[in-house]
């Protein structure tokens, strides 16, 4: 079937035989709820968003295996695949997928969105994330007077704005948490953002994620796996500056005949 992305782009997905792939329903349900409804694709949604519902109830209080390395479980590893993949067919894609507690049912994914402006009744909020307005650089001051607050984003903002809601959906409180990029964040492109709490969120996806890893207390330990480093000039200091965190493993992944981490010192 064809699914047209948020950037436009139509790729392929070939529908699972396998009706235990969490994450291909996921990932379906992800991209028809990020574009505009139609009837048909609004059946699809909530079919693959009622199979996730019950596979989180039969895992809703697994919190899995909290060793040290990296559960790659194989379902995981598949996951990882299709995300390159689908980023490579649609190449202005950044993809980000993230697990709760090394459990494959508590998988989910977030693409990039682009910034247009989106009427009010044609666009589900996946998670009911949060609305954020995008402080606009204006003679040098950040002005929201312009901003409106549904603009798209990076998948860092996405996935960000939908954590309160993937902890509600998810119905427990994670102490593992993997984050898989497609591509490594951006240290400074991404704009500041103003939440509907008033709480203000530093320009960058890399500090974006610094500081909602800082307010997240309760959850041990985040390893951050990027598939590709982005071209920005700034991508280095934006990976060092989450492996300082002190919960932060940040990895490098080799995809091959088959997926391999490697720590990043």
């Not at 991209?31 to 409804?37: C, I």
């Amino acid at each position: 079937m064809n699914i047209t992305t948020s950037g436009g782009y139509r790729c392929q997905v070939k529908k699972s035989s396998n009706t235990d792939d969490t994450h291909t329903a996921c990932n379906r349900a992800n991209r028809f709820t990020a574009t505009k409804k139609t009837e048909h694709g609004q059946k699809e949604a909530n079919h693959f968003h009622r199979r996730k519902s019950q596979a989180v109830t039969n895992a809703s209080n697994f919190l899995g295996d909290t060793a040290d390395e990296v559960v790659l479980s194989e379902k995981f590893k598949k996951s990882i695949t299709n995300l390159n993949r689908y980023s490579s067919i649609a190449k202005k894609e950044i993809g980000l997928m993230v697990r709760f507690n090394n459990n494959d049912a508590l998988a989910d994914v977030f693409w990039s969105e682009q910034y247009t402006f989106l009427h009010q009744g044609t666009v589900s909020f996946g998670f009911k994330r949060e609305k954020v307005t995008r402080m606009v650089l204006k003679k040098g001051v950040y002005d929201k007077s312009t901003a409106q607050p549904d603009l798209g984003g990076h998948s860092e903002e996405i996935f960000i704005r939908s954590w309160q809601g993937l902890l509600k959906y998810n119905k427990c409180y994670p102490k593992v948490v993997d984050i898989v990029l497609s591509h490594s964040p951006c240290m400074n492109h991404s704009a500041l953002l103003l939440d509907e709490g008033g709480h203000l969120w530093p320009a960058g996806c890399a500090p974006k994620l610094y500081k909602l890893i800082s307010g997240q207390k309760q959850v041990s330990q985040w390893n951050i796996i990027y598939l590709q480093k982005n071209s920005e000039h700034c991508a280095d200091a934006a990976i060092a500056k989450l492996n300082r965190h002190p919960r932060v493993r940040v990895f490098t992944c080799e995809i091959s005949t088959n997926i391999s981490l490697s720590r990043v010192t």
